[in-house]
């Protein structure tokens, strides 16, 4: 090699104490070794709890390992000058309370950069990240979007050689996922080494190589291309039957034979565990991608049952046109400011109905209104025919509320937490007992019944959060981005869940960033600038970009149409 | 079981073990409370003792012999200096050297003989006021003693004091009943104070919300921890008091502890009242903070509430620890009438529900 690596790592393990006593200690990395040239960019993918975290924390100095060699720059560890390490902790580290500028001015001050001896690199990264006009505003009231480049531009301001950022694009609309590699990459100059952790393949496959750690062990190192090399010849599709959209999805999950199904268009993909066609008729062979890849090095073989957390559902078709959810003119302001304006939209027992839109559109405000969390400016919500406005508690009790960021209680064991919310939904006794042992057998989640909630790995926080938004088998389900930063397989596990349950006429309000996800919708509405910019059918959005011409895939559809908003707009005020 | 009820109760026990999960919770509701009473008990005491008092002495006679001896010998004096003259005892106040000093004149003897009673000059340090006036009421009595003694004829008046309840005045029998009201109104309130902050600060309140739970059932489930920490630790350090210490207990327990029972949930509903605008747990101690101190300043443990301005009084009234504080000396030191103790009783559930009406509309304006 021409030039010595910047990351030199040579067996290196880890082990934490158990989270119980008793329990054997937890081996979070196990024989690692890897080693990352100046210059290039390498994307560190893995499950939950494969060890990503730990490894990050290992490179920028913050953790020892227990064995084996760490280089950093070329020195061991204990002689690693912080200033040349960008890193970017998960979900960064800003003060909410401090403006835009303090923070960063803070970071720089700390990273030894004054930051009035250098103007022009202040200037250069409120340019790059688009935060110039934000300056003084508090980080907290920053849209999910702009943190994550704050909190990067926080961690690259001293020009670092290595940049370290776990998770940068957990919990971002696809726009803002855009910019932020590309702010990444502007930040980043040709001799800085990258290291990026993510759950999303697709951003993963930019970088020059992709390491994936899965059970403490690297279990692929290499071009991203290779990855998808693990699933090639597994790879199937065929044309969706009309109508049947979901239930053609759900009997390919329960086919033993295969790994995970996906919607796209008016196609039906199917990854299988062995190099042999479906069940069912018309399959085609298609090329593989990396995150198929990604899913059949995870995939521990077991096949998906039938939704046991499912059938505790009643059949809830008595009514099939009476709406389960109604936004009837939904406005929200706050001061001069409109969140969300004249928003409508119905949502009929059994179907899915995704909202989708940049983040700090008016997606979250729109939903909770119709949670009772905020309470409409104009216009009215309905909840399983109770008015949000008159009824509150009673809508509340007809509802199942998962929140974008886990709310349950950590310090309280799952069992604590469970046994809670059942009791808040007036589940006593033998009743609350089955309900709860209900979840937990249906979720997994026995393993963890008397860990404090906070210290699960995020695939399990996100479980039991489902599990507590459908102990009382709610009609109606409002999920806010439930899938955020988990892997592909607990997302082929969430939705194969979710699915279920909307078969038995439940009506499910759901948010995603993900477009495969909003393909599993039946209908989906688009927000943008408080909004409504398109409603329909995903093969409906489709269409429904400007030119009379199809967009070849919702993501696509999604950029277009907020794209057209925005010239709109433009137009209107020039 | 009602729906209400149930949901209560779920809250309850979740607030429960949020606080009994915690290691250093326990520590602060148990061990510290413990200490506190003990070191506090013994250390806000408002006796005088062992202070030097400075004399400057010009009168060589019998009456100034016989003072000084009786000024010696009390235990609330430790060291009597001689100075020279008036400056130099001045001096000596000045560096903290004695508390204060006494001025004998040259014609003190000679007056006491004749009957015309002597003067003697007193001079204080004001910058230690509260010492400097327990010391004045020392001297008085000693001078008036001595003077009584040195009357050359006639019958001596004959005044006998008779301390009611506490005839030795050990001030210990005063302040240890009162530290168990004021422990108990620390511990309720920081244990109260948290409750809903913690919620928004660890952002588990929108979850909250989402629930089927009217705010009143919240304020009422996240009561009972508060209410539970009082109640045991009130009632406890009553038992630890009267067995450990020689202070007397001469009332009636089950009707103490429903006293500690009004005051604990009173106190609880202030602090989840502050709660219940407080945006974080910070937010929530300070309010805390801001509250505890009148209360204690108000409630006449520091000082006597006959002492404050009369527009002041009403005020301390209505202060929940001046009630519990009565009920508790009352029922150490004397049999209080159980008429009596609810006559303090009801004042503190007033204000447990006014607390948490407002609590109950500061938590639906915030929610909203």
């Given at each position: 090699?021409a030039?010595?690596p910047?990351?030199?790592l040579?067996g ?6 158990g989270?119980?006593r008793r329990?054997?200690?937890v081996?979070?990395?196990r024989?690692?070794?890897l ?11 893995g499950p939950?709890?494969?060890?990503k975290?730990?490894l990050?924390r290992i490179?920028?100095g913050l953790?020892t390992?227990?064995a084996?060699m ?7 560890p204990?002689q690693l000058d912080r200033?040349?390490v960008?890193?970017?902790p ?6 909410g309370?401090l403006t835009?500028r303090?923070?960063?001015e803070?970071y720089?001050r700390?990273r030894?950069?004054?930051p009035?001896?250098?103007p ?5 990264l ?5 935060l110039?006009?934000f300056q ?6 920053l849209s999910?979007?702009m943190r994550?480049?704050?909190a990067?531009a926080?961690a690259?301001v001293?020009a ?6 776990d998770e940068?694009s957990?919990?971002?609309?696809p726009?803002?996922?855009q910019e932020?590699?590309q702010l ?7 001799g800085t080494s990258?290291?990026?952790t993510?759950n999303?393949l697709?951003?993963?496959?930019r ?6 750690l899965h059970?403490?062990e690297i279990r ?5 291309q ?7 010849g597994r ?6 039957p009309?109508?049947?959209?979901r239930?053609a999805?759900?009997d390919l999950?329960l086919d033993?034979g295969?790994?995970?199904?996906r919607?796209?268009?008016a ?14 008729s018309g399959?085609?062979p298609v090329a593989a991608r990396p995150?198929e890849?990604?899913a059949?090095?995870?995939d521990?073989g077991a096949?998906?049952q ?5 059938e505790a559902f ?12 109604a936004?009837i003119?939904?406005t929200r302001?706050?001061g001069?400011f409109?969140?969300?304006q ?12 995704g909202?989708?839109g940049?983040n700090g559109?008016?997606?979250s405000?729109?939903?909770?209104m119709?949670?009772?969390l ?11 025919g109770?008015?949000l406005s ?12 998962m929140p974008?960021k886990f ?5 309280l064991?799952?069992a604590?937490?469970l ?10 006794g033998?009743?609350q007992?089955?309900a ?7 979720l997994?989640?026995?393993p963890?019944l008397?860990s404090?909630?906070?210290l699960?790995?995020l695939?399990v926080?996100?479980?039991?959060a ?7 088998t709610?009609?109606v389900?409002f999920?806010?981005e439930?899938?955020s ?10 939705w194969?869940?979710i ?5 038995r ?6 948010t995603?960033?993900f477009?495969?996800?909003?393909e599993?919708c ?5 927000i943008n ?7 329909g059918t995903p ?9 009379g011409k ?6 696509a559809?999604?950029?277009s149409l907020?794209d057209t908003?925005?010239r ?5 005020e020039a | 079981?009602?729906g209400?009820l149930?949901r ?6 979740k ?14 509701l148990?061990?510290s409370?413990?200490?506190q009473?003990?070191l506090?008990g013994l250390?806000?005491t408002?006796?005088?003792?062992n202070?030097?008092?400075g004399v400057?002495?010009?009168d060589?006679g019998v009456?100034?012999e ?5 000024v010696?010998?009390t235990r609330n004096?430790?060291?009597?200096i001689?100075y020279?003259n ?6 000596a106040?000045?560096?903290?050297e004695v508390l204060g000093?006494l001025?004998?004149?040259p014609?003190l003897?000679?007056r006491v ?9 007193l001079l204080?340090d004001?910058r230690?006021v509260n ?7 020392y001297i ?5 003693t001595?003077?009584?003694a ?12 008779r301390n009611w309840y506490?005839p030795?005045l ?5 302040t240890?009943?009162?530290?168990i009201?004021v ?8 244990v109260?104070v948290?409750?809903?902050a913690?919620e928004?600060e ?13 705010h009143w ?11 539970v920490?009082g109640l045991?630790?009130?009632?406890f350090y009553v038992?630890?008091?009267a067995?450990?210490s020689?202070?007397?207990f001469l009332g009636?327990y089950?009707?103490?502890?429903l ?7 009173a106190?609880?509903?202030i602090?989840?009242?502050i709660s219940?605008i407080?945006?974080?747990?910070q937010q929530?101690f ?18 006597p509430?006959?002492?404050m ?5 009403p005020?301390a ?6 009630h519990?504080?009565a ?7 004397k049999?209080l009438?159980?008429?009596v103790?609810?006559d303090?009783?009801w004042?503190?559930?007033l ?10 509309g500061?938590l639906?304006r915030r929610s909203?």
């Amino acid at each position: 090699m021409a030039e010595a690596p910047l990351l030199r790592l040579e067996g290196v393990s880890k082990r934490f104490k158990g989270a119980r006593r008793r329990a054997p200690p937890v081996e979070a990395l196990r024989g690692v070794s890897l080693s990352l040239a100046p210059g290039r960019r390498l994307g560190l993918v893995g499950p939950d709890a494969g060890g990503k975290t730990t490894l990050m924390r290992i490179l920028a100095g913050l953790v020892t390992s227990d064995a084996g060699m760490v280089e950093l720059l070329g020195a061991p560890p204990e002689q690693l000058d912080r200033s040349e390490v960008g890193y970017m902790p998960q979900g960064g580290a800003l003060y909410g309370e401090l403006t835009v500028r303090q923070n960063l001015e803070l970071y720089a001050r700390l990273r030894g950069v004054e930051p009035a001896d250098s103007p022009e690199r202040m200037e250069h990264l409120y340019r790059l990240t688009g935060l110039a006009p934000f300056q003084d505003r508090a980080a907290s009231k920053l849209s999910g979007g702009m943190r994550q480049k704050l909190a990067m531009a926080c961690a690259v301001v001293a020009a670092p050689r290595l940049l370290l950022l776990d998770e940068p694009s957990v919990g971002v609309d696809p726009v803002s996922r855009q910019e932020i590699w590309q702010l990444a990459m502007d930040l980043s100059g040709p001799g800085t080494s990258l290291v990026w952790t993510t759950n999303i393949l697709e951003d993963a496959a930019r970088c020059d190589e992709i390491v994936l750690l899965h059970e403490g062990e690297i279990r692929y190192h290499g071009p991203p291309q290779g990855l998808a090399g693990g699933a090639e010849g597994r790879c199937f599709s065929r044309q969706l039957p009309q109508g049947v959209r979901r239930k053609a999805l759900q009997d390919l999950l329960l086919d033993p034979g295969v790994i995970s199904g996906r919607i796209e268009g008016a196609q039906l993909h199917a990854l299988t565990r062995q190099p042999r066609i479906p069940a069912g008729s018309g399959w085609k062979p298609v090329a593989a991608r990396p995150d198929e890849g990604f899913a059949t090095m995870l995939d521990d073989g077991a096949a998906l049952q039938p939704s046991a957390l499912a059938e505790a559902f009643p059949l809830r078709f008595d009514q099939p046109d009476q709406p389960a959810i109604a936004a009837i003119g939904l406005t929200r302001r706050y001061g001069d400011f409109i969140a969300a304006q004249d928003i409508s939209f119905s949502v009929r027992p059994g179907e899915i109905f995704g909202l989708l839109g940049p983040n700090g559109a008016g997606k979250s405000t729109t939903f909770r209104m119709l949670c009772g969390l905020a309470t409409p400016s104009h216009g009215r919500g309905t909840v399983a025919g109770r008015d949000l406005s008159v009824a509150r508690a009673e809508a509340r009790q007809a509802l199942g509320y998962m929140p974008q960021k886990f709310s349950l209680y950590g310090d309280l064991s799952v069992a604590a937490n469970l046994r809670f919310v059942a009791g808040a939904y007036g589940l006593t006794g033998a009743m609350q007992k089955a309900a709860i042992d209900r979840i937990i057998a249906a979720l997994g989640l026995e393993p963890f019944l008397d860990s404090a909630a906070g210290l699960l790995p995020l695939g399990v926080k996100q479980r039991l959060a489902l599990g507590a938004a459908v102990l009382h088998t709610p009609p109606v389900l409002f999920l806010d981005e439930p899938t955020s930063g988990v892997d592909p397989l607990v997302r082929r596990e969430f939705w194969h869940h979710i699915n279920a349950i909307a078969a038995r006429g439940t009506a499910v309000l759901v948010t995603t960033h993900f477009m495969d996800e909003a393909e599993n919708c039946d209908r989906v509405l688009v927000i943008n600038r408080s909004q409504t910019i398109a409603q329909g059918t995903p093969d409906e959005l489709r269409r429904a970009i400007p030119g009379g011409k199809v967009a070849p895939s919702l993501e696509a559809a999604f950029f277009s149409l907020i794209d057209t908003q925005r010239r709109a707009l433009a137009e209107v005020e020039a | 079981m009602s729906g209400a009820l149930i949901r209560i109760l779920a809250m309850a026990l979740k607030e429960l073990a949020v606080v009994l999960r915690d290691r250093r919770v326990m520590t602060t509701l148990v061990a510290s409370p413990v200490i506190q009473l003990v070191l506090f008990g013994l250390a806000t005491t408002l006796e005088v003792k062992n202070v030097s008092l400075g004399v400057v002495n010009r009168d060589v006679g019998v009456a100034s012999e016989q003072f000084l001896a009786a000024v010696a010998a009390t235990r609330n004096v430790g060291e009597v200096i001689v100075y020279a003259n008036e400056k130099a005892l001045g001096e000596a106040i000045e560096q903290r050297e004695v508390l204060g000093g006494l001025i004998l004149p040259p014609d003190l003897s000679t007056r006491v003989a004749r009957g015309e009673g002597g003067e003697i000059g007193l001079l204080l340090d004001g910058r230690r006021v509260n010492a400097a006036q327990i010391v004045t009421a020392y001297i008085s009595e000693i001078a008036a003693t001595t003077g009584m003694a040195l009357r050359p004829a006639g019958p001596t008046p004959d005044l006998v004091v008779r301390n009611w309840y506490n005839p030795n005045l050990d001030y210990s029998w005063f302040t240890l009943p009162g530290m168990i009201a004021v422990i108990t109104t620390v511990l309720v309130l920081s244990v109260s104070v948290q409750a809903i902050a913690r919620e928004r600060e660890f952002g588990t309140y929108d979850q909250l919300m989402a629930l089927p739970m009217r705010h009143w059932e919240i304020l009422l489930g996240k009561a009972v921890p508060a209410f539970v920490v009082g109640l045991f630790n009130g009632s406890f350090y009553v038992v630890m008091v009267a067995w450990l210490s020689d202070v007397p207990f001469l009332g009636s327990y089950p009707l103490l502890v429903l006293a500690i029972a009004a005051f604990s949930l009173a106190v609880s509903a202030i602090g989840l009242a502050i709660s219940s605008i407080a945006g974080n747990q910070q937010q929530a101690f300070l309010g805390g903070f801001l509250v505890i101190v009148p209360m204690i300043l108000l409630s006449g443990y520091a000082s006597p509430i006959d002492g404050m301005p009369a527009w002041l009084q009403p005020i301390a009234a209505v202060d929940p620890l001046s009630h519990l504080l009565a009920i508790c000396h009352g029922v150490f030191l004397k049999d209080l009438p159980p008429a009596v103790i609810v006559d303090h009783i009801w004042p503190m559930l007033l204000v447990a529900v006014v607390a948490l009406v407002l609590g109950h509309g500061l938590l639906r304006r915030r929610s909203n």
